[in-house]
Each structure stands twice: as structure tokens, then as C-alpha cells.
């Protein structure tokens, strides 16, 4: 291979979920011809790079979409060998340019996991981790938004594994990338000035707005009416089950009503978020609110002494305006 990775700088977005990874790579792959312009290649179809995380999972099979897919675990490894094979091929084609590749999936990779992507992708060039983080209570109730909408969620996303997203994910990212091969991008800041341009400002490249593109936001957030009715329809019609019925859910989804917030945090929950927030404040130099701030969950006592809890297609019901 003619290969000049000493001119080529890969940056490699890992996300992580809900910061603004389905705008960046939207608008990435409606603006292409303007990034070459400007000597950034995006490699990419408009959504996470197909296949790239199930490619570097060790047990492909545990990926939901792969389990999903109705294909077996032969055949996914096919698949995926075709994907690595493929992305050689225009990383060659991309040599002494900046190419941006990515998947908010990658940040979800074990350790030898992103040791390997690593490793895969070196010869190519200098390998920057791009890593978006965010506030701890708006991202579990932007998750959990997602989730519902997709129907794999009946409840709020879980605080275990929201606080991973603060703390180990971005830990281990660094660790297998380096320090100075790893940069930190709050979402809220980055929504200011528009999360591409940030992106591309932090690497001194010229931003979409200076090459005449300009970014839309992709996703929408639904009300908190319809996350709820979404969280009892799933519950109801799970994915696959074949009642299920996509008109439903869209006239759910358009559901008006107020921002959907989710559930505050337990004590216990805001003292191991104050210790994840002090060690990557110390280590990765992240800007997270203080614990005080966090919204503290309120127990409803009727509940605990057995107030009538309606079914979950009453509720539904009810929510729609079909009940009386």
C-alpha cells in the first residue's frame, strides 16, 4: 500500500449516544462535497458507520441488532469482515487528508475492543477519539426519549448505565487512545455554536458555516405524554410482535405536552455521581453540574400504600382521548 499516515489525521467519533451524533453525521454526509473542498473526507452514509461496532465486538451476538437481524453468527462475521475490508480501501483512497469516521456505538467497545479499532486503523494515520459528553439527567431523559421511540424501552433509562457514560466509557476511551489522542467535547457547549462546527473547530478545521453549509438538527424530542403512553404501548406490543402497529405509534409520538423530564435521584444515586463527577473533573476535565443540583426523586406515598393503578391500555387510552 502507498501510504502517508504521517499526513493523515483519522479523528474518530465514539460518541456517546444522544450528544448529537445523528446531526453531525446527517449533515457530514449531506455536506461531503463541501468538506472535500476543504480537505475532509467523511466516511459514512448519514448514520453510525454501518457494521464498524459489531466488526470489533468479540461476540457480535451481543450486539440487539444483530439479534435482530435474522442473520446467523456466520454469516455476521461475513458481513463484518466485508465492512473492515471495504474501509481499508478508502482509507487508502483518503491518505493526506483529514478523515472523520463515525459511530456513537464505538464508545459502548470493552477495552481490547478499542485496543483492536486502534490498531486497525494506525497504519492509516494519527487516530484522534472524539468523545461528546453530557449532563447526567438530560441525557438518561433524552435516552430514555429514544429508547421509548423505538420500542425498546418501558421505562426510563436506568442510572447504572447512564453514569457509565460519564465515567467508564470516557475512562476507558482515553485509556486505550491516550490522553493526547482523546478530546472531550461537552454537548452543551457544542449546541451553541452547532455540534458540527464545534467538531470541526476544536480541530482547527474549517467549519461548515465557513464552507457555506449550513447544520439542522435531526432529531426531535417528543412530550412527556408520549414517552409515557410509548413506555405501556411497549410494554403491550413489544418489537416483533406482530399487533403492533407503526400508526399507532406515530400518532403517539405526536402526542403535545410538556418536556419530558426524567424521575429525579435517589441519595444514594447523587452520592456516587459526586464521585464519578470529582474523578473525571481531576482526570479528563470534564464540567459537570454540581451533585446539589441534580433533581432528588419524590417517593409518592399513595403509591406505597396501594392507590388504583390504571391498566396500561387505559392509560393509553386515556392519554389518546379515546376514553371517556
Given at each position: 500500500m502507498d501510504l502517508t499516515p504521517e499526513r493523515t489525521t483519522i479523528l474518530l467519533h465514539v460518541g456517546i449516544h444522544k450528544t448529537g451524533s445523528t446531526s453531525l453525521q446527517k449533515n457530514f454526509a449531506k455536506h461531503r462535497p463541501l468538506l472535500r473542498a476543504g480537505g475532509i473526507r467523511f466516511l459514512g452514509h448519514g448514520g453510525p458507520y454501518r457494521n464498524l461496532y459489531s466488526a470489533f465486538l468479540t461476540d457480535p451476538m451481543r450486539f440487539f441488532w444483530n439479534?435482530?437481524?435474522?442473520?446467523?453468527?456466520?454469516?455476521?462475521?461475513?458481513?463484518d469482515q466485508q465492512t473492515l475490508a471495504d474501509l481499508r480501501t478508502r482509507l487508502t483512497r483518503c491518505q493526506g487528508q483529514t478523515i472523520i469516521i463515525s459511530?456513537?456505538?464505538?464508545?459502548?467497545?470493552?477495552?481490547?475492543e478499542l485496543q483492536a479499532l486502534r490498531g486497525f486503523l494506525t497504519p492509516y494515520g494519527t487516530v484522534k477519539a472524539v468523545f461528546f459528553y453530557r449532563e447526567l439527567d438530560s441525557w438518561i431523559s433524552s435516552n430514555s426519549q429514544e429508547m421509548a421511540k423505538s420500542g425498546i424501552a418501558t421505562e426510563p433509562t436506568d442510572f447504572t448505565l447512564a453514569l457509565r457514560r460519564i465515567r467508564e466509557m470516557p475512562l476507558r476511551v482515553a485509556d486505550a487512545f491516550g490522553p493526547d489522542n482523546t478530546t472531550f467535547i461537552r454537548f452543551e457547549d457544542a449546541i451553541q455554536s452547532g455540534i458540527c462546527d464545534t467538531f470541526l473547530s476544536t480541530f482547527g478545521l474549517p467549519t461548515l458555516t465557513e464552507l457555506g453549509g449550513e447544520e439542522v438538527i435531526a432529531n426531535q424530542s417528543i412530550s412527556d405524554a408520549a414517552v409515557e403512553a410509548l413506555f405501556d404501548y411497549n410494554r403491550q406490543f413489544p418489537l416483533g410482535n406482530p399487533e403492533r402497529n407503526p400508526k399507532e405509534v406515530a400518532r403517539i409520538m405526536a402526542l403535545p405536552g410538556?418536556?419530558?423530564?426524567?424521575?429525579?435521584?435517589?441519595?444514594?444515586?447523587?452520592?456516587?455521581?459526586?464521585?464519578?463527577?470529582?474523578?473525571v473533573g481531576n482526570t479528563l476535565g470534564f464540567r459537570l453540574k454540581a451533585p446539589e443540583h441534580l433533581p432528588v426523586r419524590r417517593i409518592e406515598v399513595t403509591d406505597l400504600f396501594g392507590r388504583a393503578v390504571q391498566s396500561a391500555e387505559q392509560r393509553i387510552l386515556k392519554i389518546l382521548g379515546k376514553a371517556s
Open positions: 439479534k435482530q437481524s435474522k442473520l446467523n453468527a456466520e454469516q455476521i462475521r461475513l458481513r459511530s456513537e456505538r464505538l464508545s459502548m467497545l470493552q477495552p481490547s410538556k418536556k419530558y423530564q426524567a424521575p429525579g435521584f435517589s441519595r444514594k444515586e447523587i452520592a456516587q455521581y459526586a464521585q464519578a463527577r470529582a474523578e
